[in-house]
C-alpha cells in the first residue's frame, strides 16, 4: 500500500482527519481539487458559529461537545485565535420546534440556557428588536469559530507530522477492491487501506447515488457601527421568522457585520452553476426580511459571497461507510451547520483509519435511514 489513508477532500472535516490520523502514526494522503483553504466549497467566509444547546437535535449534542474541546485544543496548540465564546441567541416563535430542541438539549445535558422574552431582549441589546410573539434562548457559552484559519492549523499540523499532500488535484475515482482502496486523481493513482471521501458538496461527482443535493448559498456584509461588535457584547444569532425563514449571523468586526439565510438557496449540478454573489438580483434582498424586522440599524452591503450546501433529504448528516466498501468512509450532507463539527468528525474519520471505535453512537448518520441504502 502506498497509503495507510487518503483524505480526499481536506477542507472541514478532512483537514482534521489528515490531522488526527498523522498524529496517530498512520501514513497519510491529503487530496483535494483546491488548496485549503480556498472559496471552492463551503467553509470560506471567515466563521462559523458553534452552538452547544442544539436546535437540531438532542443526537448532536455529545459530538458538539467533544468539538468544542477538541477546537479549544487546537487553539492552545497552535497559539491561533480559532473560538471566541461571543455567546448565541437563538430566536423564534415561541412554538417553534427549534427553539423547543434547543430547550431540550440544554436540559438533557446540562448546559447553561437563558430564556428571554421581547423587553428583556431590548433591554440587554438594544439594536436588536424582537417582534410580537417571538422569544430568546439564549446560550452564553456558544459563539464564533475562526474556519479558514482552523483549516490552515490543521493542515499544517498533518503536514508536520508527516501527512504528504496532493493539493489541486481533482480525483476522478474511488474504489475499493477487498483488499484496499484505489484513489485516482489527476496526475495521480494511489493505493490505501482505508479511504475517508469528505469532498462535500461535489462528493456526488464521485458517488451520485448518495442522498446529497448540491445548493448554491449566499452570505453578506454589511456595515454597521462599534454596538454590533463582539466587544460590546453582541452577540451570535439564528433566528426563524413568522414567515419560516431562517437566519444566522455574527457580532460585527471592524464595523462589519456578517449574515445570512440559512433556508432557501438555488439547488445546482455543477460547480459552474455556482454563480457568484450579485448574478441573481435576489442575491442584493436575501436577508432584508430579517434585517428589517429584528436589525434595523444595521446598514448597506459592503460586499457578498456564494458557496454551496450539501443537503442530505432530512438535513441531518451522513457519517458512513459505502455499502459494499467498508474501507472508505463518507462524510456528506452536512447541511449547512456542519462545520462546528469538523474537528470531531475529523477524529472520528481517523478513529475509523486505524481501527478504533469512534466512541459515539452514530446510527442517525447511517445511509440505512434511507430506504435504497437498507443493510
Known amino acids: 500500500m502506498d497509503f495507510d489513508f487518503i483524505v480526499v477532500g481536506t477542507g472541514s472535516v478532512g483537514a ?3 490531522f488526527h490520523a498523522s498524529r496517530s502514526g498512520l501514513k497519510v494522503l491529503m487530496v483535494d481539487n483546491g488548496h485549503p483553504p480556498h472559496d471552492l466549497g463551503s467553509h470560506h467566509g471567515q466563521t462559523r458559529l458553534m452552538r452547544h444547546a442544539y436546535g437540531e437535535g438532542e443526537k448532536y ?3 458538539v461537545l467533544r468539538a468544542q474541546a477538541l477546537w479549544e485544543e487546537l487553539e492552545r496548540e497552535t497559539g491561533e485565535r480559532i473560538f471566541e465564546r461571543t455567546g448565541v441567541v437563538n430566536i423564534g416563535p415561541a412554538g417553534a420546534a427549534f427553539l423547543g430542541r434547543v430547550r431540550a438539549s440544554a436540559e438533557r445535558w446540562n448546559l447553561a440556557l437563558q430564556v428571554m422574552g421581547p423587553a428583556e ?3 440587554r441589546w438594544p439594536q436588536m428588536t424582537l417582534p410580537d410573539g417571538l422569544v430568546a ?6 459563539g464564533v469559530l475562526r474556519s479558514e484559519a482552523s483549516i490552515r492549523a490543521h493542515v499544517r499540523l498533518a503536514r508536520d507530522a508527516g501527512a ?4 489541486g488535484t481533482p480525483v476522478r475515482s474511488v474504489a475499493s477492491d477487498g483488499n484496499g482502496v484505489t484513489v485516482v486523481a489527476d496526475g495521480g493513482r494511489w493505493r490505501a487501506r482505508k479511504v475517508l471521501v ?5 462528493t456526488t461527482t464521485l458517488f451520485p447515488e448518495l442522498p446529497v443535493t448540491p445548493v448554491r448559498k449566499i452570505f453578506t456584509w454589511h456595515e454597521t457601527d462599534g454596538r454590533y461588535e463582539a466587544v460590546s457584547g453582541f452577540p451570535g444569532f439564528v433566528s426563524e421568522l413568522p414567515s419560516g425563514n431562517q437566519f444566522y449571523g455574527f457580532p460585527a468586526e471592524d464595523g462589519i457585520l456578517k449574515i445570512g439565510r440559512h433556508n ?3 439547488p445546482i449540478g455543477s460547480p459552474d452553476e455556482r454563480l457568484p454573489f450579485g448574478a441573481l438580483d435576489s442575491d442584493a434582498h436575501e436577508v432584508s426580511e430579517f434585517l428589517d424586522r429584528v436589525l434595523p440599524g444595521v446598514g448597506a452591503i459592503r460586499h457578498g459571497a456564494s458557496c454551496t450546501y450539501d443537503n442530505s433529504p432530512d438535513e441531518d448528516f451522513v457519517v458512513d461507510t459505502l455499502p459494499g466498501q467498508p474501507d472508505v468512509m463518507v462524510v456528506a450532507g452536512l447541511s449547512g451547520h456542519g462545520f462546528k463539527f469538523a474537528s470531531v468528525l475529523g477524529e472520528i474519520a481517523a478513529g475509523f483509519a486505524g481501527g478504533r471505535n469512534p466512541g459515539f453512537d452514530l446510527s442517525p448518520f447511517s445511509l440505512s435511514r434511507f430506504g435504497q441504502y437498507g443493510r
Open 16 to 18: 482534521a482527519a489528515a
Open 121 to 123: 431582549v431590548r433591554a
Open 264 to 266: 432557501g438557496g438555488q
Open 198 to 202: 469528505s469532498a462535500g458538496t461535489w
Open 164 to 167: 504528504v499532500e496532493a493539493f
Open 61 to 63: 449534542v455529545p459530538t
Open 137 to 142: 434562548l439564549y446560550e452564553p457559552g456558544a
